[in-house]
């Protein structure tokens, strides 16, 4: 019964986003703010859009840590909204895209947004998981044909399918070293620091893009279940290499952005993917999320 439940909330999403792209078509520029698979912020002279490949619920069954009691408190229906999703950041230098997800609808999101794949100069990747590197690639060849790859060099040492889909961008991929987050990480190009937020994948790393006095932090895979790690960041997931370092970096990382008023986005978060976290005084240590609007 729950299954099926769920099979038909998937297809209501589906739906959702396929009367979402219809309409994006039919009036480009105006609705994309408010659909289901594209949310858009500037920050400073960047414009920075989410670009959803899946809005979902997910279950209990990936969570480590947590305590019967809180579960019963933050996920009483036993599901959580989560998403798959991947950020395109429009700069003066090119388009950059950060992450690909399974490289099923990012690029029609993109189109939506007027970039083709062909136009995207620069690719950042938060770690070696297929849901943010399946898309690099596309029939055998560099799904980004103009695009100049980026991963940290300890991810791109860990995973064989990451390097067998990188080393597709033949000469213009570029292993890194990310900086360290209290040091604001290390400028890898105008604009775009990597910062090391290693646990989820031995080499996860976050990229903090600047312009104009304004930032956005977009974390990768920092949270899986908002709807808990939020409130209790100590809360890791079966898809964490190391859980107790990831807990540890998502720990720092949330007072970061609390602290700084940096306003965040992450490939798990659900729609509209980005907002900004403040200290949640119900749960000491905790925090809350607060999503964008329009
Ligand atoms: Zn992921």
């Known amino acids: 019964m729950q299954g099926v439940k769920l099979i038909m909330r998937c297809s209501a999403v589906s739906i959702v986003l396929l009367l979402s792209a219809a309409i994006a078509l039919l009036y480009p520029g105006r609705l994309f703010a408010s659909s289901a698979a594209v949310f858009t912020v500037k920050v400073g002279e960047l414009k920075v859009s989410m670009l959803s490949e899946a809005q979902r619920e997910s279950g209990l069954d990936i969570l480590i840590g947590a305590s019967s009691a809180d579960v019963a408190k933050f996920i009483p229906s036993e599901k ?25 609808e990012i690029d029609r999101n993109m189109e939506y947004l007027g970039v083709s794949a062909g136009d995207v100069k620069t690719i950042l990747i938060t770690h070696a998981h297929g849901d943010h590197i399946g898309g690099l690639v596309k029939g055998g060849r560099a799904a ?9 060099r300890l991810d791109y040492e860990w995973s064989p399918q990451a390097r067998e889909h ?8 570029e292993a890194i070293t990310p900086g360290e987050l209290g040091a604001g990480g290390v400028e890898i190009m105008k604009g775009v620091s990597a910062i090391a937020a290693y646990g989820h994948t031995p080499g996860h790393t976050m990229y903090l893009l600047e312009s104009e ?6 974390w990768g895979d920092l949270t899986h279940a908002m709807a808990i790690q939020m409130p ?25 952005a609390s ?36």
């Open 232 to 256: 209790r960041p100590g809360v890791s997931v079966t898809y964490d290499s190391d859980p107790v370092a990831a807990a540890e970096v998502r720990a720092s990382v949330l007072k970061f």
């Open 213 to 218: 006095g304004e930032k956005l932090l977009i």
């Open 144 to 152: 980004y044909p103009n695009a100049r790859a980026v991963i940290s």
């Open 166 to 173: 990188i080393e597709k961008y033949d000469g213009r991929f």
């Open 259 to 294: 602290d700084g008023k940096i306003p965040v986005a992450g490939m798990h978060v659900a729609y509209p993917g980005i907002g900004t976290v403040e200290p949640d005084p119900e749960n000491p240590g905790g925090y809350k999320f607060i999503p964008a609007s329009d």
């Open 80 to 104: 959580y909204p989560s998403a798959v999703a991947a950020y395109l950041v429009e700069s003066p230098e090119g388009a950059i895209l950060v992450d690909t997800g399974f490289g099923r």
